[in-house]
């Protein structure tokens, strides 16, 4: 079996848009939400993926369950290529990927049980016989920390923590290889966060689970991440091991966004502060994608594409960054 999870590469989705010009004028662009993204997770790693809204998080995240279509690119679930199998195809590689979505008071249908809820995923994968499901099902609830009376309730006679327990159940129960998270605890109250992040890194350390961990939050990711990706615009500007961004980041991009997490002790001057707006992804500058905020940029970052490559440091090249001029370099 291969050590990998989940592999992507080259991955792109782009969305055909209609935009307004001078007068009656309309002009057809690509929207391009994901672009030439990279990267793999092993088997019991979480890599987690950070950046402003509207870079193509949320985006990627549906391309990799295939929930959505792709542009470019391949996706391979271990040594599996799934980035063009139909839908009928795709049934029976559904329980090696599950998602777990936002907002746990949208993500469960208001009107099924508990039971029901849970019992879906066994019965659309044909795993099991009735009483087999009924066991599941039980034994997913009490890895979740919840008893056998919760069995018969709907969504809205349960707290957010305990939907968000429900998601987590559901996810897991057809025993994924990897699962998809989508800023799984931002709904949620500050203790509540604690107690379901616990839950999947237990989870994790049991049944040797992967993730892809989607956070604004920069103390979930540090907590529960073993590596990170940056993403801006739609591409990963920056990728390394936790270590490597929190404490070594390179891009100023990174750099902004550590920066702008609150830290006792580090006063507002003391933050880096960029210029202008985000550019919007249909109209994407030329060169260094950042160049139009970076408080570094040449005239020599509007050339030339700037691909993720690796920095060749006494601590090996897994920190990979698209900014050639850092400072300190």
């Known amino acids: 079996m291969s050590d990998i999870a989940l592999s992507v590469s080259g991955l792109k989705k782009y969305f055909p848009i209609t935009v307004s010009g001078r007068g009656l004028y309309r002009e057809k662009r690509l929207l391009k939400a994901v672009d030439d993204v990279t990267f793999t997770i092993r088997r019991g790693e979480t ?122 159940a559901r996810a897991m129960i057809s025993n994924p290889d990897l699962i998809v998270c989508d800023e799984p605890v931002s709904a949620l109250d500050v203790s509540v966060r604690g107690q379901v992040l616990n839950l999947m890194k237990r989870l994790q350390r049991e049944r040797g689970l992967s993730y892809l961990f989607i956070s604004h939050d920069f103390g979930n ?61 249909v109209y994407i500058p030329s060169g260094c994608i950042f160049r139009t905020r970076c408080l570094y940029a040449t005239e020599g970052c509007a050339k030339g594409e700037r691909p993720l490559v690796p920095l060749r440091r006494s601590d090996g090249d897994t920190h990979r960054s698209a900014c050639p001029r850092y400072p300190g370099l």
């Open 221 to 281: 990711v540090r907590y529960l991440c073993d590596r990170v990706a940056v993403m801006y615009l739609g591409r990963i500007v920056e990728e390394g091991t936790k270590q490597d961004i929190f404490d070594r980041a390179v891009h100023p991009y990174t750099q902004a966004l550590l920066s702008a997490n609150p830290v006792p002790g580090v006063r507002r001057e003391q933050r880096v502060l960029l210029r202008g707006d985000a550019a919007a992804a």
């Open 47 to 168: 890599l987690g993926l950070v950046g402003e809204s509207g870079c193509g998080k949320t985006t990627l995240a549906r391309i990799i369950a295939r929930l959505l279509p792709v542009t470019g690119g391949r996706i391979l679930y271990g040594d599996t290529d799934v980035t063009n199998l139909s839908a009928k195809q795709m049934r029976p590689l559904r329980r090696r990927v599950q998602m777990i979505f936002q907002d746990p008071y949208a993500s469960l249908n208001p009107r099924e049980t508990v039971r029901e809820i849970l019992s879906a995923p066994l019965e659309s994968m044909d795993i099991g016989k009735a009483h087999e499901r009924e066991a599941k099902v039980c034994m997913a609830l009490d890895y979740i920390g919840l008893d056998v009376s919760f069995l018969d309730k709907y969504p809205h006679e349960m707290s957010g923590g305990q939907r968000q327990r429900v998601a987590v």
